[in-house]
Each structure stands twice: as structure tokens, then as C-alpha cells.
T-cell receptor, first 113, second 116 residues
Framework: DVKVTQSSRYLVKRTGEKVFLECVQDMDHENMFWYRQDPGLGLRLIYFSYDVKMKEKGDIPEGYSVSREKKERFSLILESASTNQTSMYLC????????????FGPGTRLTVT | RKEVEQDPGPFNVPEGATVAFNCTYSNSASQSFFWYRQDCRKEPKLLMSVYSSGNEDGRFTAQLNRASQYISLLIRDSKLSDSATYLCVVNPSNNAGGTSYGKLTFGQGTILTVHP
């Protein structure tokens, strides 16, 4: 079975802190994604990566950056956390080609106070 | 206009009922279509892909109408365990003609509650 893991299920940070969210997948997938999910807004794509060291902005990249140094690991970085970044963050991965089924991690619920 | 639009519901139905969800998408060049299911406080998981010819998986039937840019999901004989949020998902084409890298666009989801 595909497994996508995220470093934390719940995280509380203060405004202005630098926050790292990590995601690891074990299926050798090329493509990895970071989303945030908010009530009434659904899943919105923040960044994605289609190869090691390659990244592309999604729909809402402002205030975020990403890092992909190894194929299995994709990190989301909040350079200076703000209260409007309080959200559920979901990581996903998929292969290139094929059905494009995305496999999700369990999510990290981040609260910025 | 949103790329993928769904009626958010909620739909409250009794066990055994038949319920249908609809979804429209704006990008006529979209390539692939899916329904995902998300349980409360859990991650989304693929329920089924949607093919032009329509497809069925047990009590679930998905249909695609490319001309109308419309996708549907029918659930027959609803069970309590069907209670969840159902996400309509589209793999949009890359307008430059290149690969989409598996990017998906998610609808807001339709909440279904099945009660005894």
C-alpha cells in the first residue's frame, strides 16, 4: 500500500515563527503536492514538485516555500507564520502518467496564535 | 467561475435511499475525472474514476457528460457508513500542451449524512 506520512498531526505556533511541515512517501512517486483545506474553500494547491529540486507554484503560494532535496520527501515552509495560515495542511503524491490518483497523508492541523 | 463546482449540501438521507451528486467543470480540455471521499477529520481517498462511458462500482455509479461539462455520482441503497464529504475532482489539461504533472482541481465537496 502507498503510504504518505506527515511529520505532525497537530501543531501550534506563534505569529512570526518559521514553521516546517514535512511529508514523506514510500512509493517512489515523481510528483508531490502541498494543499491547505479550509471550510467553504475546499482544497487549494500551494506548491507542487515534479522532480527532485523542481517546484512549481500552485494557486496560493504567497507566504510559503518548499524544498525537495530527495525524491521521497517534500517540505513546506512557512517563513513567518501568520494567523491566516491557520489551516489543515495536506500532502499528496502521485506517479507521472497513469491514472493520476493522488495519495494523501493524514494532514497537519496548524494553529498560529 | 470556479473551475469545479459542486452543491455543498448537506444532503441528509435515510438508510436505503438513493442520492445523486452533481458537479460541473469549466475547463473543456480537462482530461481525467474522479470522485474522492473524505471522512470527518481524515484525508481524501479515491472513491472512483469517471469514464466517458459511465462506470459502476457496487452501489456507486459515476457518469461524465463532456458536452455539458458535467459529472455525477449516484449512490444506491445508502448505508450509514456512506456518510462523508464527496469531492468532485478534475485533472485539467496543461494549456501549453505539456504534462499536467498529475495536478488535480478539487471541488468544495458535498456533505452527505445518512441517518437510521
Amino acid at each position: 500500500d502507498v503510504k504518505v506520512t506527515q511529520s505532525s498531526r497537530y501543531l501550534v505556533k506563534r505569529t512570526g515563527e518559521k514553521v516546517f511541515l514535512e511529508c514523506v512517501q514510500d512509493m517512489d512517486h515523481e510528483n508531490m503536492f502541498w494543499y491547505r483545506q479550509d471550510p467553504g474553500l475546499g482544497l487549494r494547491l500551494i506548491y507542487f514538485s515534479y522532480d527532485v529540486k523542481m517546484k512549481e507554484k500552485g494557486d496560493i503560494p504567497e507566504g510559503y516555500s518548499v524544498s525537495r532535496e530527495k525524491k521521497e520527501r517534500f517540505s513546506l515552509i512557512l517563513e513567518s507564520a501568520s494567523t491566516n495560515q491557520t489551516s489543515m495542511y495536506l500532502c499528496a503524491s502521485t506517479n507521472s502518467g497513469g491514472s493520476y490518483e493522488q495519495y494523501f497523508g493524514p494532514g497537519t492541523r496548524l494553529t498560529v496564535t | 467561475r470556479k473551475e469545479v463546482e459542486q452543491d455543498p449540501g448537506p444532503f441528509n438521507v435515510p438508510e436505503g435511499a438513493t442520492v445523486a451528486f452533481n458537479c460541473t467543470y469549466s475547463n473543456s480540455a480537462s482530461q481525467s475525472f474522479f470522485w474522492y471521499r473524505q471522512d470527518c477529520r481524515k484525508e481524501p481517498k479515491l472513491l472512483m474514476s469517471v469514464y466517458s462511458s459511465g462506470n459502476e462500482d457496487g452501489r456507486f455509479t459515476a457518469q461524465l457528460n463532456r458536452a455539458s461539462q458535467y459529472i455525477s455520482l449516484l449512490i444506491r441503497d445508502s448505508k450509514l457508513s456512506d456518510s462523508a464529504t464527496y469531492l468532485c475532482v478534475v485533472n485539467p489539461s496543461n494549456n501549453a500542451g505539456g504534462t499536467s504533472y498529475g495536478k488535480l482541481t478539487f471541488g468544495q465537496g458535498t456533505i452527505l449524512t445518512v441517518h437510521p
